[in-house]
Nanobody, 122 residues
Framework: QVQLVESGGGLVQPGGSLRLSCAAS????????MGWYRQAPGKERELVAA???????NYADSVKGRFTISRANAQNTVYLQMNSLKPEDTAVYYC????????????????WGQGTQVTVSS
């Protein structure tokens, strides 16, 4: 069984920074893409940033220049550094892993974390 566990959310003032972490655990051989999504109340879940196994990145226009995604393949971990936070960044942030190959040669298409709340408010 593969699980993703996020950490690092919390309450921050506008203009502040937070760093989210997401660690995958289980019998994992490799992970293709990893990413962060967010869902604000009353809105659909949206992609924030994604990163491939070789480090190619993709960002939502709303976070370009403020957020940075990175990963540590050896630790099956993905990070999201969030700077210059705005109230509109308030949401539950979910990490995901796509194409998770286990040591049993099973490929799991997608795994989601449980989410971590980020609140930007003065």
């Amino acid at each position: 069984q593969v699980q993703l566990v996020e950490s690092g959310g919390g309450l921050v003032q506008p203009g502040g920074s937070l760093r989210l972490s997401c660690a995958a655990s289980g019998s994992i051989f490799s992970i293709n893409d990893m990413g962060w999504y967010r869902q604000a109340p009353g809105k659909e879940r949206e992609l924030v940033a994604a990163i491939t196994r070789i480090g190619s990145t993709n960002y939502a226009d709303s976070v370009k220049g403020r957020f940075t995604i990175s990963r540590a393949n050896a630790q099956n971990t993905v990070y999201l550094q969030m700077n210059s936070l705005k109230p509109e960044d308030t949401a539950v942030y979910y990490c995901n892993a796509d194409g998770v190959q286990t040591f049993a040669f099973v490929v799991i298409p997608r795994v989601w974390g449980q989410g971590t709340q980020v609140t930007v408010s003065s």
